[in-house]
């Protein structure tokens, strides 16, 4: 089914919509933000007010069976992506889902099953896929900069900020699927997923130095993709400053670059070094957003995160923690 005009409608509109997204589905062509939704009324209420939204709601089911609405974002932590991912299919209505795209890999597996069944699309919010500066990485790779790609680094690290008295919904596994590993390096698998391809076999070590709560907090993890290409990472979240470098090394040279900081893209080679620099969209889903408007819409194009890719970096995931939460 083409649209003429996507209308949306966001469940949970927190703080990841107020400049992320939110206003996006109000800034492409042929696109609308029509309805809200939020537990607590009043917050949904204010929401629609101040970004001019018609529509508000603090019941979930009633946004997804408003006839207004054609297509569901679901803004809320992974632990309710299911739910909502599968009343939106029987709505026959497509779906836009946060990441990570749930909990588990089998969450996600029911998930695209169920937008089979009812032939509706199933996106995921890997916003990275469509940004210029991981377009310009892709178009580098592409053109043999680096070569043949031998094989893929990332170190991320950040210092401690939970309070072990009130803590955030991200490292509490039962609404999040894990730790501070399943937020923020589920955006570098994906890209990287993006980058050079699936990830076919996966071994991983977690666990919890920091003991400020249950989930892990350091993991390392190395992996191989389909096609050959070797990896390594590791992710700590109690260390002593932060850090986000991701290379990829080829038989001619490599690409530097973070994953969540805005410092120029680096390619290495023994003619010496080249950087570009990108500004940061404003709202940072916008472009990924637009790839979904224009296929809806009959436009020719795809969006390039899907239900299938989103489920791959999340198996990826689910093989590198397995370990530790076996023996919970």
Known sequence: MA?????????????VTEVKSGPAFQKITNSELVAVMRRTGEL???YA???????????????????????IYIATPPGSHKEYTLKAAQAGKPVYVEKPMARTYAECLEMIEACKEANVPLYVAYYRRAQERFLKIKELLDNGAVGDIRFVSTTQYRKASEDPNNLPWRVQPELSGGGLFFDLASHTLDILDFLVGPIKEVHGFASNHGGLYLAEDIVTGTYVFESGVHGVGNWCF????NE????????????????????PVVLTTTKGTEEWSFKRPQHVHQPLVETIVAELTGKGVNCPSTGESGARTNWVMGEMVKGYYSNQ
Do not use: M
């Open 3 to 15: 649209y003429n005009k996507i209308r949306w409608g966001i469940i949970g509109c927190g703080n």
């Open 49 to 71: 007010k101040r970004h001019n939204v018609s529509k508000w709601y603090d019941n979930a089911d009633e946004l997804i069976n408003d006839p207004e609405v054609d297509v």
């Open 44 to 46: 949904a209420e204010d």
């Open 244 to 263: 986000d470098v991701n290379e990829i090394v080829g038989s001619k040279g490599k690409i530097t670059f973070s994953t969540f900081g805005n410092e």
């Open 238 to 241: 109690t260390a002593f400053q």
